[in-house]
């Protein structure tokens, strides 16, 4: 079935520096690609997206580009924040229906 | 646009009591409604689906009378907590989508979560 693998965190960074977070899947068909964020304490909110194989997606600073070849959605920012500190999830769609959601990777920024 | 609104933020209640969760799309019609579990440091754990004025579709393995869930418009989902325990304590999140959100493979819209705990 499908399914969305990213890394494990938690990913402790310093102020500033660069981020990546792994994301692959699989899944039948062409799935439409997503990055949300999670604040402690809070729900999930849409970071960006990708619909189709090259697209890529950015949002304050993030970005992630949908590689088809190799079933990546890696997300990535080049200097990140304190205030970036939060649960990441990549997740899919595929068929328009469910959601399929990662692990989620835990990021804490240091000042 | 697409807001889903999600209350209470926080309940605290005794344990054998029932507790209700609102899910309320604001400016749009939500033909499907979600509703997720998370617990600590864990991802969402989905527990149903629900299409409005249709009865909802439980994963395995979550209790249907223990959770119910009731979409009666399409603007509201409800999900009840009955005879709550100190295991059901959770974080609980609502999302979201509309009619055409299924077409294009749009992304579902969340509420800001319930954290409940049962003493």
């Known amino acids: 079935g499908d399914s969305v693998t990213q890394m494990e965190g938690p990913v402790t960074l310093s102020e500033e520096a660069f981020l990546t977070i792994n994301c692959t899947y699989t899944?039948?068909?062409?799935?439409?690609l997503f990055w949300y964020v999670q604040y402690p304490g809070e729900g999930l909110q849409l970071l960006l997206k990708?619909?189709?194989?090259?697209d890529k997606g950015s949002n304050k600073g993030f970005e992630a580009t949908y590689r088809k070849e190799t079933t990546s959605f890696h997300l990535e920012k080049g200097s990140v924040q304190v205030s970036d500190s939060a649960v990441y999830f990549c997740?899919?769609?595929?068929?328009?229906?469910?959601?399929?959601f990662g692990a989620g990777t835990r990021l804490f920024v240091k000042a | 646009g697409a807001v889903v609104s999600q209350h209470p933020s926080w309940v605290i209640c005794k344990s054998g009591t029932s507790v209700k969760i609102e899910c309320r799309s604001l400016?749009?019609?939500?033909?499907?409604m979600f509703w997720y579990r998370q617990f600590p440091k864990q991802s969402l754990m989905l527990m149903a689906t629900?299409?409005?004025?249709?009865?909802?579709?439980?994963e395995q393995g979550v209790e249907k009378d223990k959770f119910l869930i009731n979409h009666a418009s399409l603007t509201l989902s409800t999900l009840t907590v009955t005879s709550a325990h100190p295991e059901d304590s959770s974080f609980y999140i609502c999302?979201?989508?509309?009619?055409?959100?299924?077409?294009?493979?749009?992304?579902?819209?969340f509420g800001d979560g319930t954290r409940l705990s049962i003493l």
């Open positions: 999302s979201a989508k509309g009619e055409t959100d299924f077409l294009s493979n749009q992304p579902q819209h």
């Open positions: 899944a039948t068909g062409y799935p439409s």
């Open positions: 990708a619909t189709k194989a090259d």
């Open positions: 997740a899919l769609i595929t068929g328009g229906f469910k959601t399929i």
């Open positions: 400016d749009f019609q939500a033909t499907t």
């Open positions: 629900s299409n409005e004025g249709s009865k909802a579709t439980y």
